[in-house]
């Protein structure tokens, strides 16, 4: 076994500390990296506080890592010692199911292996994240890392990126499309940065009216202030798409009266009590409301080498480890522009 050190949390709800274990043998089909940086998800905290549910503890947080390749198994093909790489929301699948076979490995039908907080394919060994020194991870979930692109700022793209650039991708949102994003944070701010790439005009939905500079310094083309009465009705009907980040408890009803007919409302957002939709707000005008989650490795793949042709990577604050707790407070209260990453060096 390969010795480790990162900062757990030992028991749910409780704050993060040094913690030693061990990873797996490099098997044949495995990439060992050193962690360089890891971002920090809201998903971590919730799961750190079994907010979606029983939590396997010790947890070691983190799926947004990126690392420099320290050993590959013999037979691995894809990466040598010293490449760039990334892992994110997941580190394996069954690999035989339908889904999988379409590179949809996020759906995986007999159940994926979360980065952290799940269990490796053979149903009971527990996976570690990336707030640690090293992973051992199957080179099919291993990212490449084009070199154009900024590390630290890199690794918030594994789950902010994917999370918005999939649906945008799957739904086809580009030129002639008027979409709204709803919510300027981690996912917020990087769905700003894909829809305006893509082609389309990006409308920012907020309740605050300070982030309106924001936008527009993310390329967003318009702003609006959700909590303004007149601004609002000034888009009833207006959008073909919106994507809706926000985890907080929101009004989704008053959000769908501003798509068009057919238009479509995308739920990346998990917000912790269920939706009160109202059948009458979709009857009227065929709108759809659609779900998404991460992408496969594939589309991820593609998102990475998507950024690094168009200069795009997240809106970073560089933390020390030591310095978890006060991120989070910060993250809680929406005090970060736009993703916290963690200097693994620090640990």
């Given at each position: ?75 691995v093909t894809r990466f040598k010692v010293g490449d760039l790489v990334g892992t994110g929301c997941l580190v394996d699948s069954c690999r035989t199911c339908e889904n999988c076979k379409q590179g949809l490995e996020q759906y995986c039908l007999n159940g994926h292996s979360q ?75 990087m769905a700003v940065k894909f829809g305006v790439a893509f082609g389309a005009e990006v409308t920012v939905l907020s309740t605050s009216a300070t982030k309106e500079n924001d936008a527009k310094k993310l390329g967003a083309h318009k702003f609006v202030v959700t909590k303004d ?119």
């Open positions: 076994m390969i010795k480790a050190k990162a900062y757990a949390a030992l028991q749910p709800k409780t704050q993060l500390v040094p913690w030693n274990f061990e990873r797996r043998e490099v098997g044949h089909k495995d990439v060992k990296f050193d962690i360089l940086y890891c971002g920090v998800c809201h998903s971590d905290l919730h799961q750190i506080n079994d907010d979606w549910g029983p939590g396997i503890f010790p947890m070691v947080p983190g799926h947004e890592i990126i690392g420099k390749v320290s050993q590959v198994g013999s037979q980065t952290y907080n799940g269990i490796e394919q053979d149903k009971k060994t527990p996976t570690y994240g990336g707030y640690s020194d090293k992973i051992v991870v199957h080179e099919d979930f291993v990212l490449r890392i084009p070199d154009k692109l900024d590390l630290a700022a890199t690794a918030p793209l594994l789950c902010a990126g994917i999370t918005t650039y999939s649906p945008l991708r799957h739904w086809k949102v580009g030129k002639g499309h008027k979409l709204a994003v709803l919510g300027l944070g981690g996912l917020g701010h009465e007149k601004q609002l009705k000034s888009v009833y009907g207006y959008f073909d798409f919106i994507i809706d980040t926000v985890s907080a408890p929101h009004d989704i009803n008053m959000y769908i009266a501003l798509l068009k007919t057919d238009g479509v409302h995308i739920c990346v957002g998990a917000p912790p009590t269920p939706y009160q939709l109202a059948a009458f707000s979709l009857i009227p005008g065929r709108k759809s409301i659609v779900g998404s989650m991460i992408g496969g490795l594939p589309e991820t793949q593609e998102m990475l080498d998507f950024c690094a042709a168009h200069d795009i990577v997240s809106d970073i604050e560089m933390i020390n480890m030591k310095d978890i707790h006060k991120a989070y407070e910060r993250m809680n209260k929406g005090d970060v522009r736009y993703r916290f990453v963690i200097d693994i060096a620090t640990l």
